[in-house]
């Protein structure tokens, strides 16, 4: 039984995850009560330190949630319903604090941003502000934490922070961020200047479909391996995997044309997914 308290705390943890990312919410929500209340405790940790920059550009609050972090794993717990969220969750299950960490070192990368150089380092960042998501949630997601779980939790992860940057390419070039790997923008002969659009360069969609290749591929890896997570897991990692995924058909769908403009999954597409999820799991016996 959840003391009254703590269940506070999980509720506004549950709030905010229910008005900035519903369709995370609606996956999750389907896990376990104990298990869905610490997504969400999770959830609003890696929301405070997002905003801090995306929203805020403050990377002051970032290093005061560093600090606040360092306490908390010296047995501190600062008195705001996140971090007690967050302390309730680590007593319950066998989270780890690192990934918590690195996730704040990622954070801070976009304050000094640098184009990645090549398509490895595209990769430490995606892990560092995505991947370390998936481990903070594979406890939760897998019992017992296997080595596999873990490395398809961070695959998730990556992927899809691969296809938020694929989305997101003229909204990010107007931020004076360029995600796309500095040397195949070169290989492929995509200038600076082809990001600002509106239309895409053929040069262009040949490097976007070269990544989306890359995250679709760890999508397909992940689907074929759902039996390393629970049972009552596999439906929300599946559920988000097709919604991603279907971000990328979209853009396909758009002819490209995403460089004006933000790509959306319209809500009668999510309820489809979610049909096509649940029909998917018993077709492969992953819900036995």
């Known amino acids: 039984m959840i003391d009254e308290a703590i269940q506070k705390d999980l509720n506004w943890c549950e709030t905010l995850i229910q008005h900035n990312s519903s369709s995370f919410y609606r996956a999750f929500r389907k896990l376990p009560k104990e298990q869905a209340q610490a997504v969400f405790a999770i ?7 997002d905003d801090a920059i995306d929203v805020d550009n403050n990377p002051e609050m970032v290093k005061a949630l560093a600090d606040k972090l360092a306490a908390f794993e010296a047995g501190e717990t600062p008195d705001e319903p996140m971090w007690r969220a967050l302390r309730w969750a680590f007593e319950t299950f066998p989270l780890k604090i690192r990934p918590f ?9 976009d304050v000094d941003f640098k184009q990645p150089e090549s398509f490895n380092n595209l990769l430490d960042y995606c892990y560092l502000v995505a991947g370390t998501v998936g481990l903070m949630l594979c406890p939760l997601l ?11 939790s961070v695959e998730l992860g990556i992927a899809m922070q691969l ?48 990544l989306a290749t890359e995250a679709e591929s760890r999508y397909n890896r992940i689907k074929a391996n759902l039996k ?27 002819h490209y044309r995403l460089l004006d403009q933000r790509i959306y999954v319209p809500n009668w597409e999510k309820l489809m997914l979610f049909v096509t999820a649940n029909g998917q799991l018993l077709l492969t016996g992953f819900r036995q």
Do not use: H
Not at 101 to 109: A, H, K, N, T, V
Not at 198 to 209: G, K, Y
Not at 228 to 254: E, G, M, N
């Open 101 to 109: 960490q690195e996730m704040l070192i990622g954070q801070l990368l």
């Open 43 to 49: 959830y609003a940790f890696c929301r405070i330190a």
């Open 228 to 254: 390393v997570f629970d049972k009552t897991a596999r439906l929300p990692v599946l559920l988000s995997l097709l919604y991603y995924s279907k971000i990328l058909k979209r853009c396909r769908k758009a």
């Open 142 to 152: 897998a019992k017992p934490v296997t080595s596999e779980a873990e490395k398809l």
């Open 163 to 210: 296809t938020n940057i694929l989305r997101d390419v003229g909204t990010d070039y107007r931020l004076n961020r360029i995600y796309l790997p500095e040397d195949l923008m070169i290989a492929l002969g995509v200038n600076p200047e082809d990001l600002a659009g509106p239309e895409p360069t053929p040069e262009l969609i040949r490097l976007w479909e070269c």
